[in-house]
């Protein structure tokens, strides 16, 4: 049996192909079921264990050997095949290739972060699974607070309080406990609530949350710096207007209308009339939360925003269904191509 072996070893190393018919004999005579190595195989079975020991390697190697010999004059074949000369009818007009283009929340999100780049804002994240203490308690959300009910959470597992987090508000709170002062950070990404699907609201949606912490950091600097933001993104002529308000994370605390874009202030339907669109929460970073970060509330101050990137890119583009945006209907995507 070992010279058998050696003999169509030899065999193998020596064979050439020609053609495919060639190859085929090949494939027949040696590796098929009735080819000679399956036959040695069936040989193999009868023989006692020290023969087995000594010949099972070498069977085995063969085997391999001119399986691999095989696939390889059989890739060679088909290579060959496909770069030896055009097929079908050439005159026939290409097929078009599409390009893509970045989905609007995504352009929206660059632009934010490359305003608040040029400020000297970095660029920082928090997992999407959060638990209690990052998406409420250390904001200062009290458990049982009222509060809480802003924002319909989806629990994942109510005992131990994990949830998908409701807002990227987490994140500063990652970053105060992981960073010393001075902060100056947004943090981009997708957040979840248990709300019903309409042209206005959806069950998850995009954040930019901003986070500025310093000493001597005024409520000036949050209005200037928000003015700054929205005449890059919405044009030189935007105006802003702080309406106080409730945020358990900030005291004082705001939202921020800017002048309609598209009435520029006079009236219309998108504003309903008013001249003002609602774009963002902020306010200055209560001491409660400084504390619960580790930060010294009698040393450093700060201010902190939030946005929904989704309401921005709508009010951008004059987009007036908040669900386009994850229905990947190419008719509304295709539009954003030269937006880049
Ligand atoms: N987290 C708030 C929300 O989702 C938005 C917000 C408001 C963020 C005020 C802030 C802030 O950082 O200061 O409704």
Redesign the pocket.
């Given at each position: 049996m070992q010279e058998k072996i050696k003999e169509l070893l030899a065999e193998v190393e020596e064979f050439k192909a020609d053609t495919k018919e060639h190859l085929e004999n090949f494939r027949i005579r040696l590796l098929s079921k009735k080819g000679k190595i399956s036959l040695l195989f069936d040989e193999f079975r009868t023989l006692g264990p020290d023969m087995k020991r000594e010949v099972g390697q070498k069977l085995n190697d063969l085997k391999n050997r001119a399986q691999e010999k095989l696939d390889s004059l059989k890739e060679k074949f088909d290579s060959s095949d496909s770069s030896s000369g055009p097929s079908g009818d050439i005159s026939l007009p290409g097929e078009t290739m599409t390009t893509g283009s970045r989905h609007p929340v995504s352009i929206v999100r660059n632009r934010i972060l490359e305003i608040f780049g040029k400020l000297g804002f970095t660029v920082s994240d928090g997992p999407e699974i959060e638990d209690d203490w990052h998406n409420f308690s250390a904001l200062n959300f009290p458990e049982n607070h009222p509060a809480r009910d802003m924002q319909d959470t989806f629990f994942i597992d109510e005992k131990d309080k994990i949830a998908l987090r409701t807002?990227t508000?987490s994140v500063?709170v990652r970053v105060m406990e992981n960073s010393k002062p001075p902060i100056r950070t947004v943090s981009p990404g997708r957040t979840y609530r248990n709300e019903a699907i309409s042209a206005r609201a959806h069950c998850f949606f995009h954040?930019v949350?901003g986070l500025y912490i310093d000493t001597g950091v005024s409520f000036a600097d949050l209005k200037q710096t928000l003015l700054h933001f929205s005449k890059e993104m919405f044009g030189p002529d935007t105006q802003i207007r702080l309406r106080p308000s409730y945020?358990p994370?900030?005291e004082p605390?705001a939202e921020m209308d800017i002048s309609c874009p598209f009435c520029k202030g006079s009236g219309c339907n998108i504003c309903k009339g008013s001249g003002w669109v609602e774009i963002l929460?902020?306010?200055m970073v209560d001491p409660a939360v400084l504390d619960n970060c580790k930060i010294d509330s009698t040393r450093y101050s700060g201010f902190?925003?939030?946005m929904g990137i989704e309401r921005v890119t709508m009010l951008k583009y004059r987009v007036n269904d908040l669900r386009l945006f994850s229905e990947n209907d190419k008719r509304f995507l295709e539009q954003f191509k030269s937006a880049l």
């Open positions: 807002h508000s500063q954040q949350e945020f994370f900030t605390s929460g902020c306010g902190a925003f939030g």
